[in-house]
Antibody
Framework: QITLKESGPTLVKPTQTLTLTCTFS??????????VAWIRQPPGKALECLAI???????RYNPSLKSRLTITKDTSKKQVVLTMTNMDPVDTATYYC??????????????????WGQGTLVTVSS | DIQMTQSPSTLSASVGDRVTITCRAS??????LAWYQQKPGRAPKLLIS???TLESGVPSRFSGSGSGTEFTLTISSLQPDDFATYYC?????????FGQGTKLEIK
């Protein structure tokens, strides 16, 4: 059974750095074709992929946010951590981590999201 | 980036209705499209991958079709549990993108 759960602060101040942790179980992020991603959703708005770390340790970032994002994976702890610098009120959103599959081993060009955490609402306000 | 446009943004329907949601890509994405269902306060749930492959446990009243730039999600007979927001996602490349969502409301 695959599960993921996000943890981190619910309130951050503008200009601060946000650190979110995704703790997962039921799969290995080193399995070919598997990835873990961070996706956010501002209140009442659509979903936006922020960053993804792949089974082979490759990483990719949303181009518009790349300079502010870092994603790291700790397989032994079963955690994936996202840091986002210089937070702004427009970054207020629910942040999800998700298990993804795709690529060559799934006969796919990209990756899609099979299991999601419950999400954590992060508010950016002074 | 590939832009995904869903229509309509909001759809009002009744239990038992057949409904169709459309998702259009700004360029061809072959069949690399997924559909998700999201209920208020909940995480999205994967319904369909590769445009038409129903995920395990998803009721057969859901179906997906299309390729290239135009795709549809059809619910053959709406059930009370189906009222939610639906998103498409293209994964033609490593820069995946979502549609803006279609909210399915009770008429």
């Amino acid at each position: 059974q695959i599960t993921l759960k996000e943890s981190g602060p619910t309130l951050v101040k503008p200009t601060q750095t946000l650190t979110l942790t995704c703790t997962f179980s039921g799969f290995s992020p080193s399995t070919s074709g598997v990835a873990v991603a961070w996706i956010r959703q501002p209140p009442g708005k659509a979903l936006e992929c922020l960053a993804i770390t792949y089974w082979n340790d490759d990483k990719r970032y949303n181009p518009s946010l790349k300079s502010r994002l870092t994603i790291t994976k700790d397989t032994s702890k079963k955690q994936v951590v996202l840091t986002m610098t210089n937070m702004d009120p427009v970054d207020t959103a629910t942040y999800y981590c998700a298990h993804a599959i795709g690529g060559y081993y799934y006969d796919s060009n990209g990756y899609y999201y099979t299991y999601w955490g419950q999400g954590t609402l992060v508010t950016v306000s002074s | 980036d590939i832009q995904m446009t869903q229509s309509p943004s909001t759809l009002s329907a009744s239990v038992g209705d057949r409904v169709t949601i459309t998702c259009r890509a700004s360029q061809s994405i072959s069949s690399w499209l997924a559909w998700y269902q999201q209920k208020p306060g909940r995480a999205p749930k994967l319904l369909i991958s590769k445009a038409s492959t129903l995920e395990s446990g998803v009721p057969s009243r859901f179906s997906g079709s299309g390729s290239g730039t135009e795709f549809t999600l059809t619910i053959s007979s709406l059930q009370p549990d189906d009222f939610a927001t639906y998103y498409c996602q293209q994964y033609n490349s490593f820069s995946d993108t979502f549609g803006q969502g279609t909210k399915l409301e009770i008429k």
